[in-house]
């Protein structure tokens, strides 16, 4: 069974730095695709950041530049840094993992989700 366990969130002012953890368990497959989503309140779930089976990375527009994706296939650890947060950074954010073909987050089809991790920016 594929289990996700995001781990990292907390409150940081603007400009400030958190690094995003999710463990996986050992029935993902390192051919999955792996990404980051957000869902700020009153707002849909969208995909941040996705790294897919090579290492290739994507990235929504907003987050480009300031958030980086990796994962460690030995330590079954998916990562997000997240650099320069700013306010409308804030949101709860989960870890998740597509089976099928897909290899950018933006075309991601989720097939697993972790339970999240909430990420507060204050100005």
């Known amino acids: 069974q594929v289990q996700l366990a995001e781990s990292g969130g907390g409150s940081v002012q603007a400009g400030g730095s958190l690094r995003l953890s999710c463990a996986w368990s050992t029935a993902t497959r390192s051919s999955y695709l792996m990404g980051w989503f957000r869902q700020a309140p009153g707002k849909e779930r969208e995909g941040v950041a996705g790294i897919d089976s090579d290492g290739t990375t994507s990235y929504v527009d907003a987050v480009k530049g300031r958030f980086t994706i990796s994962k460690d296939n030995a330590k079954n650890i998916l990562y997000l840094q997240m650099n320069d947060l700013q306010p409308e950074d804030t949101a709860m954010y989960f870890c998740?993992?597509?089976?099928?073909?897909?290899?950018?987050?933006?075309?991601?089809?989720?097939?697993?989700w972790g339970k999240g991790t909430l990420v507060t920016v204050s100005s």
């Open positions: 998740a993992a597509d089976a099928g073909w897909a290899t950018t987050i933006a075309t991601m089809d989720v097939d697993y």
